[in-house]
């Protein structure tokens, strides 16, 4: 019998007034995963007043969502979008590169895809 791993982790921290987030996805996202993973953003955002959000998504291992996932995540980025002011969505998939393109309909911030780990923590970490 063979497992295979799925999920999301997260990573909240804040920085001055800026709130940083990273979500590391990996393998095919599940409903469940949603469910697990909803309500822990929806509670560290309530806790600020104007969340001014960068969120590092680390695609790398992702493979993608079964259906009802993909629904749950666009209902989390209509949920959060206007809280988020940079989006970087790192991977090595073209398809991730037109998902950031994508994300930016729904986002009040900018969404950017890199294929470097470490120059999409760079640009969030500007201003």
Not at 15 to 40: N, R
Not at 48 to 55: G, H, L, N, R
Not at 66 to 75: I, Q, T
Not at 105 to 119: I, L, M, R
Request: cysteine-free; aromatic content about 12%.
């Amino acid at each position: 019998m063979s497992s295979v791993n799925h999920g999301l982790s997260i990573g909240i921290e804040s920085v001055g007034s800026d709130i940083f987030v990273s979500l590391k996805a990996q393998g095919k996202l599940s409903h469940q995963d949603y469910e697990t993973i909803g309500p822990m953003i929806d509670s560290a955002l309530a806790a600020v007043a104007e969340p001014k959000v960068k969120m590092l998504f680390d695609g790398s291992e992702l493979d993608g969502w079964e259906l009802r996932a993909a629904w749950d995540d666009f209902k989390l980025g209509l949920k959060h979008g206007n809280e988020f002011v940079k989006v970087a969505l790192y991977g090595n998939k073209r398809w991730e590169e037109m998902a950031a393109k994508v994300g930016n309909w729904f986002v009040s911030g900018e969404v950017k895809f890199f294929d470097d780990y470490d120059q999409a923590l760079s640009w969030l970490k500007s201003s």
